[in-house]
Protein backbone atom coordinates (compact mmCIF):
# COMPACT_ATOMS: atom_id res chain seq x y z
CA UNK A 1 0.00 0.00 0.00
CA UNK A 2 1.20 3.48 -0.52
CA UNK A 3 -0.02 7.26 0.41
CA UNK A 4 0.53 10.36 -1.54
CA UNK A 5 -0.09 13.74 0.22
CA UNK A 6 -0.54 17.06 -2.49
CA UNK A 7 -0.06 20.53 -0.69
CA UNK A 8 -0.50 24.11 -2.47
CA UNK A 9 0.52 27.01 -0.85
CA UNK A 10 -2.78 29.37 -1.69
CA UNK A 11 -2.41 32.88 -2.27
CA UNK A 12 -3.51 34.01 1.00
CA UNK A 13 -0.69 32.28 2.30
CA UNK A 14 -2.53 29.07 3.58
CA UNK A 15 -1.66 25.75 2.57
CA UNK A 16 -4.36 23.59 0.71
CA UNK A 17 -3.48 19.91 1.49
CA UNK A 18 -5.16 16.47 -0.43
CA UNK A 19 -4.10 12.71 0.26
CA UNK A 20 -4.46 9.32 -1.98
CA UNK A 21 -3.27 5.96 -0.68
CA UNK A 22 -3.49 2.99 -3.18
CA UNK A 23 -2.12 -0.03 -3.26
CA UNK A 24 0.18 -1.61 -5.77
CA UNK A 25 -0.70 -5.10 -6.51
CA UNK A 26 1.24 -7.16 -9.80
CA UNK A 27 0.62 -10.36 -7.85
CA UNK A 28 -1.95 -12.78 -9.89
CA UNK A 29 -4.35 -14.67 -8.13
CA UNK A 30 -4.49 -18.56 -7.94
CA UNK A 31 -6.28 -20.42 -10.43
CA UNK A 32 -9.43 -20.61 -10.69
CA UNK A 33 -11.42 -24.14 -11.38
CA UNK A 34 -13.52 -26.11 -12.95
CA UNK A 35 -15.41 -28.95 -10.74
CA UNK A 36 -18.36 -29.98 -13.03
CA UNK A 37 -19.61 -30.06 -16.59
CA UNK A 38 -23.46 -31.40 -16.78
CA UNK A 39 -25.04 -32.87 -19.60
CA UNK A 40 -29.45 -32.54 -19.52
CA UNK A 41 -30.86 -33.80 -22.75
CA UNK A 42 -31.24 -37.13 -23.98
CA UNK A 43 -31.63 -40.34 -21.94
CA UNK A 44 -27.92 -39.98 -20.14
CA UNK A 45 -27.93 -37.29 -18.55
CA UNK A 46 -25.69 -36.29 -14.95
CA UNK A 47 -22.11 -35.12 -14.66
CA UNK A 48 -19.45 -35.44 -17.82
CA UNK A 49 -16.39 -36.85 -16.98
CA UNK A 50 -13.16 -35.17 -18.55
CA UNK A 51 -12.68 -36.76 -21.55
CA UNK A 52 -16.15 -38.56 -21.86
CA UNK A 53 -19.00 -38.01 -24.36
CA UNK A 54 -21.83 -36.28 -24.72
CA UNK A 55 -25.13 -35.39 -26.37
CA UNK A 56 -25.60 -32.22 -24.95
CA UNK A 57 -24.23 -29.05 -27.18
CA UNK A 58 -25.03 -26.82 -24.65
CA UNK A 59 -23.89 -28.41 -21.34
CA UNK A 60 -23.10 -26.40 -17.95
CA UNK A 61 -20.08 -25.82 -16.67
CA UNK A 62 -19.17 -24.71 -12.89
CA UNK A 63 -16.49 -24.39 -10.27
CA UNK A 64 -14.36 -21.96 -8.11
CA UNK A 65 -12.93 -18.63 -7.76
CA UNK A 66 -12.43 -16.48 -4.99
CA UNK A 67 -15.42 -14.61 -4.13
CA UNK A 68 -16.73 -11.66 -6.46
CA UNK A 69 -14.04 -12.38 -8.88
CA UNK A 70 -14.52 -11.76 -12.60
CA UNK A 71 -14.00 -16.03 -13.87
CA UNK A 72 -13.13 -16.11 -17.74
CA UNK A 73 -13.94 -19.35 -19.59
CA UNK A 74 -11.51 -20.59 -22.11
CA UNK A 75 -12.70 -23.13 -24.59
CA UNK A 76 -9.76 -24.38 -27.19
CA UNK A 77 -7.88 -22.04 -26.06
CA UNK A 78 -10.07 -18.80 -26.98
CA UNK A 79 -12.36 -16.85 -23.95
CA UNK A 80 -16.11 -17.52 -25.17
CA UNK A 81 -17.85 -15.45 -21.87
CA UNK A 82 -16.76 -13.77 -17.94
CA UNK A 83 -18.86 -14.76 -15.24
CA UNK A 84 -18.76 -13.11 -11.81
CA UNK A 85 -18.31 -15.78 -9.16
CA UNK A 86 -20.49 -15.12 -5.87
CA UNK A 87 -19.82 -14.37 -2.53
CA UNK A 88 -19.18 -18.35 -1.52
CA UNK A 89 -16.60 -18.13 -4.83
CA UNK A 90 -19.11 -20.21 -6.87
CA UNK A 91 -19.51 -19.35 -10.52
CA UNK A 92 -21.17 -21.04 -13.34
CA UNK A 93 -22.46 -20.87 -17.06
CA UNK A 94 -24.43 -22.49 -19.81
CA UNK A 95 -23.21 -22.59 -23.31
CA UNK A 96 -25.99 -21.18 -25.39
CA UNK A 97 -27.70 -22.47 -28.54
CA UNK A 98 -26.59 -23.11 -31.05
CA UNK A 99 -23.74 -24.69 -28.78
CA UNK A 100 -20.97 -26.54 -29.41
CA UNK A 101 -20.16 -28.53 -32.76
CA UNK A 102 -19.56 -32.26 -32.78
CA UNK A 103 -15.99 -33.43 -32.00
CA UNK A 104 -13.94 -32.53 -28.74
CA UNK A 105 -13.09 -29.27 -26.80
CA UNK A 106 -11.12 -28.35 -23.95
CA UNK A 107 -12.08 -26.03 -21.37
CA UNK A 108 -10.19 -24.27 -18.66
CA UNK A 109 -11.00 -21.15 -16.55
CA UNK A 110 -8.97 -17.85 -15.07
CA UNK A 111 -9.87 -15.56 -13.24
CA UNK A 112 -9.18 -11.51 -12.90
CA UNK A 113 -8.44 -9.67 -9.30
CA UNK A 114 -9.35 -5.95 -8.48
CA UNK A 115 -5.75 -5.36 -9.96
CA UNK A 116 -6.67 -6.79 -13.27
CA UNK A 117 -4.30 -9.63 -12.78
CA UNK A 118 -5.55 -12.65 -14.61
CA UNK A 119 -4.33 -16.07 -13.06
CA UNK A 120 -2.75 -19.01 -14.80
CA UNK A 121 -5.65 -20.98 -16.57
CA UNK A 122 -7.06 -24.34 -14.79
CA UNK A 123 -6.86 -27.86 -15.32
CA UNK A 124 -8.37 -28.45 -18.71
CA UNK A 125 -11.68 -30.24 -18.44
CA UNK A 126 -12.52 -31.95 -22.23
CA UNK A 127 -15.62 -33.19 -23.15
CA UNK A 128 -16.33 -34.83 -26.55
CA UNK A 129 -19.85 -33.89 -28.20
CA UNK A 130 -21.29 -36.97 -30.29
CA UNK A 131 -24.65 -36.27 -31.24
CA UNK A 132 -24.20 -39.18 -34.41
CA UNK A 133 -26.24 -42.31 -34.09
CA UNK A 134 -24.38 -45.67 -33.99
CA UNK A 135 -23.46 -47.15 -37.08
CA UNK A 136 -25.18 -50.91 -36.29
CA UNK A 137 -28.11 -52.18 -36.10
CA UNK A 138 -29.82 -54.83 -34.04
CA UNK A 139 -33.41 -56.97 -34.69
CA UNK A 140 -34.57 -59.51 -33.28
CA UNK A 141 -34.37 -63.04 -34.77
CA UNK A 142 -35.25 -65.60 -32.49
CA UNK A 143 -37.13 -66.57 -28.92
CA UNK A 144 -36.64 -69.81 -27.09
CA UNK A 145 -38.52 -71.45 -26.81
CA UNK A 146 -40.65 -70.80 -30.11
CA UNK A 147 -42.95 -73.97 -29.61
CA UNK A 148 -45.11 -75.10 -32.67
CA UNK A 149 -43.53 -73.73 -36.18
CA UNK A 150 -40.15 -72.25 -35.62
CA UNK A 151 -39.56 -68.68 -37.01
CA UNK A 152 -43.11 -67.76 -36.50
CA UNK A 153 -42.75 -66.26 -33.20
CA UNK A 154 -45.83 -67.65 -32.15
CA UNK A 155 -45.58 -69.66 -28.61
CA UNK A 156 -46.36 -71.10 -25.40
CA UNK A 157 -43.66 -70.22 -23.86
CA UNK A 158 -44.66 -67.30 -21.82
CA UNK A 159 -40.68 -66.71 -19.98
CA UNK A 160 -38.46 -65.75 -23.09
CA UNK A 161 -34.94 -65.15 -24.24
CA UNK A 162 -35.13 -62.80 -26.88
CA UNK A 163 -32.16 -63.15 -29.21
CA UNK A 164 -30.30 -61.75 -32.66
CA UNK A 165 -27.04 -60.91 -34.37
CA UNK A 166 -25.80 -57.22 -34.70
CA UNK A 167 -25.78 -56.34 -38.37
CA UNK A 168 -22.58 -54.36 -38.77
CA UNK A 169 -19.61 -53.27 -35.96
CA UNK A 170 -20.02 -51.84 -32.31
CA UNK A 171 -18.32 -49.15 -31.26
CA UNK A 172 -16.69 -49.12 -27.77
CA UNK A 173 -19.23 -47.73 -25.35
CA UNK A 174 -22.59 -48.81 -27.60
CA UNK A 175 -25.17 -51.31 -26.15
CA UNK A 176 -27.90 -53.72 -27.56
CA UNK A 177 -31.04 -52.53 -25.45
CA UNK A 178 -34.25 -54.69 -25.73
CA UNK A 179 -38.09 -53.06 -24.73
CA UNK A 180 -41.18 -55.00 -24.47
CA UNK A 181 -44.66 -53.53 -24.77
CA UNK A 182 -42.90 -49.79 -24.54
CA UNK A 183 -41.47 -50.39 -21.02
CA UNK A 184 -37.85 -49.47 -20.01
CA UNK A 185 -34.84 -50.19 -22.44
CA UNK A 186 -32.73 -53.23 -20.91
CA UNK A 187 -29.43 -53.38 -22.14
CA UNK A 188 -28.71 -56.93 -23.96
CA UNK A 189 -25.68 -59.03 -23.15
CA UNK A 190 -23.16 -59.35 -26.32
CA UNK A 191 -20.93 -61.53 -27.21
CA UNK A 192 -19.67 -61.78 -31.04
CA UNK A 193 -21.99 -60.46 -33.06
CA UNK A 194 -24.36 -62.40 -30.78
CA UNK A 195 -26.62 -60.55 -28.61
CA UNK A 196 -29.26 -62.12 -26.39
CA UNK A 197 -31.60 -60.75 -23.81
CA UNK A 198 -33.06 -63.07 -20.97
CA UNK A 199 -36.80 -62.00 -20.24
CA UNK A 200 -37.69 -65.33 -17.90
CA UNK A 201 -38.52 -63.69 -14.79
CA UNK A 202 -40.89 -61.51 -16.75
CA UNK A 203 -43.97 -63.84 -17.80
CA UNK A 204 -45.91 -62.58 -20.85
CA UNK A 205 -49.53 -62.31 -20.75
CA UNK A 206 -51.34 -63.95 -23.71
CA UNK A 207 -51.66 -62.54 -26.70
CA UNK A 208 -49.65 -59.98 -28.86
CA UNK A 209 -46.43 -58.12 -27.88
CA UNK A 210 -44.07 -55.64 -29.37
CA UNK A 211 -40.83 -56.31 -28.76
CA UNK A 212 -38.35 -53.56 -29.82
CA UNK A 213 -34.42 -53.41 -30.05
CA UNK A 214 -31.57 -50.72 -31.00
CA UNK A 215 -28.23 -49.67 -30.33
CA UNK A 216 -27.67 -46.91 -28.23
CA UNK A 217 -23.58 -45.12 -27.68
CA UNK A 218 -21.99 -43.81 -24.98
CA UNK A 219 -23.01 -40.63 -25.66
CA UNK A 220 -27.15 -41.19 -25.78
CA UNK A 221 -27.38 -41.37 -29.07
CA UNK A 222 -29.66 -44.13 -30.16
CA UNK A 223 -31.06 -46.55 -33.55
CA UNK A 224 -34.13 -45.99 -34.68
CA UNK A 225 -36.03 -48.86 -32.73
CA UNK A 226 -36.83 -51.76 -35.06
CA UNK A 227 -40.13 -53.78 -33.63
CA UNK A 228 -41.32 -57.39 -33.94
CA UNK A 229 -44.62 -59.05 -32.79
CA UNK A 230 -44.54 -61.98 -30.79
CA UNK A 231 -47.70 -63.92 -29.71
CA UNK A 232 -47.94 -65.63 -26.69
CA UNK A 233 -50.47 -68.40 -27.21
CA UNK A 234 -51.42 -70.75 -23.93
CA UNK A 235 -54.99 -71.76 -25.42
CA UNK A 236 -55.59 -75.10 -26.56
CA UNK A 237 -58.09 -75.20 -29.36
CA UNK A 238 -61.87 -75.54 -27.77
CA UNK A 239 -63.66 -79.31 -28.08
CA UNK A 240 -65.84 -79.54 -31.43
CA UNK A 241 -63.65 -77.34 -33.32
CA UNK A 242 -63.42 -79.72 -35.89
CA UNK A 243 -67.39 -79.62 -37.10
CA UNK A 244 -67.29 -82.42 -39.58
CA UNK A 245 -64.58 -85.27 -41.20
CA UNK A 246 -65.83 -86.63 -44.74
CA UNK A 247 -64.55 -90.24 -45.01
CA UNK A 248 -64.07 -91.78 -48.19
CA UNK A 249 -63.41 -95.38 -49.60
CA UNK A 250 -61.02 -94.80 -52.39
Known sequence: AKAYTAEVLLSNGQTAEAAIDFTIDTQAPVAASIDAVTDDVGEIQGPIASGARTDDTTPSLSGQAE???????????????????????????TIPAP?????????????????????????????????TAPSASAALSTITQDSGVQGDFIT???TLVFGGTVT??????????????GGEWKDAVVSGAAWSYD???????????????RVVDAAGNATTPIAKEVSIDTTAPVDGSILSVLITDD
Open 67 to 93: PNRDVTLYKDGTAIATVKANDQGNWSY
Open 99 to 131: GLLEGEHVFTVTQTDAAGNESVQSAPHTVVVDV
Open 156 to 158: NDT
Open 168 to 181: GTLETGDKVQVRVD
Open 199 to 213: HTANSLSEGKHNVET
